[in-house]
């Protein structure tokens, strides 16, 4: 199983970004799949998730109103649109997957992806 993500970047304050995580070897649409992020010097902390099977979302209180997160199950992909950012989102972001979403909310999804830097400027 792995997990790409791609989408990361430099921007300035207020810009938005897309980030991707393609999955290979699973199937997304059969599982929960979500977003973190780790900032220098901080722990990975929990950004987004969505459910496998009603789709319902949840997000840091951080994320409410700017991000959303949204799966393409054709395309085995799970997205996080950026928008607002802040100078705070500055981050290495990371997908994560797994069948119980409770866990992967915790922090325990069964499933990583490699990380992709955002650095947002003010």
């Known amino acids: 199983v792995q997990l790409q993500a791609c989408g990361g970047g430099l921007v300035q304050a207020r810009d938005s970004l897309r980030l991707s995580c393609t999955a290979s070897g699973l199937t997304l649409s059969n599982n929960a799949v979500g977003w973190f992020r780790q900032a220098p010097g901080k722990e990975r902390a929990f950004v987004a998730a969505v459910g496998s099977k009603r789709g319902t979302k949840n997000y840091t209180d951080s994320a409410k109103g700017r991000f959303t997160i949204s799966k393409d199950n054709a395309k085995n992909t799970v997205y996080l649109q950026m928008n607002s950012l802040k100078p705070e989102d500055t981050s290495i972001y990371y997908c994560?997957?797994?069948?119980?979403?409770?866990?992967?909310?915790?922090?325990?999804?069964?499933?990583w992806g490699q990380g992709t830097q955002v650095t947002v400027s003010s």
């Open positions: 994560a997957a797994g069948l119980h979403e409770i866990r992967l909310r915790l922090g325990f999804p069964e499933y």
